[in-house]
Nanobody, 125 residues
Framework: LVPPVESGGGLVQSGGSLRLSCAAF????????MGWFRQAPGKEREGVASIHIGGGNTYYADSVKGRFTISRDNHEKLVYLETDSLQPEDTAMYYCAAGPRRACPGIVEAEFDYWGQGTQVTVSS
């Protein structure tokens, strides 16, 4: 199995837009849950959002609720994380992870089994 692979990170201006993609072909099944997590410098890794592949159920951390959107493309088997209002506090390494159905709705790290290597997002002021 090929682990999830993130892309789309980079240096983005504060207040700007960002779209991260997660290629998850080997884990893209109706019963699976896909999540986005992030780890800022000097901070513990935290959950950002999750989506159930089959039902589309979503869950967001309070810190990104209303600003970030998680979505999926069933044809391309991709999971996205998007925002049009980045803040400096969003600077972090962003990880995509796959888990079983029970992981959704939620962002409990221990419930996710397969992780990508991360993509760096740096928000400049």
């Amino acid at each position: 199995l090929v682990p999830p692979v993130e892309s789309g990170g980079g240096l983005v201006q504060s207040g700007g837009s960002l779209r991260l993609s997660c290629a998850a072909f080997d884990y893209y099944y109706n019963d699976n849950c896909m999540g986005w997590f992030r780890q800022a410098p000097g901070k513990e890794r935290e959950g950002v959002a999750s989506i159930h592949i089959g039902g589309g159920n979503t869950y967001y951390a309070d810190s990104v609720k209303g600003r970030f959107t998680i979505s999926r493309d069933n044809h391309e088997k991709l999971v996205y994380l998007e925002t049009d209002s980045l803040q400096p506090e969003d600077t972090a390494m962003y990880y995509c992870a796959a888990g079983p159905r029970r992981a959704c709705p939620g962002i409990v790290e221990a419930e996710f089994d397969y992780w990508g290597q991360g993509t760096q997002v740096t928000v400049s002021s």
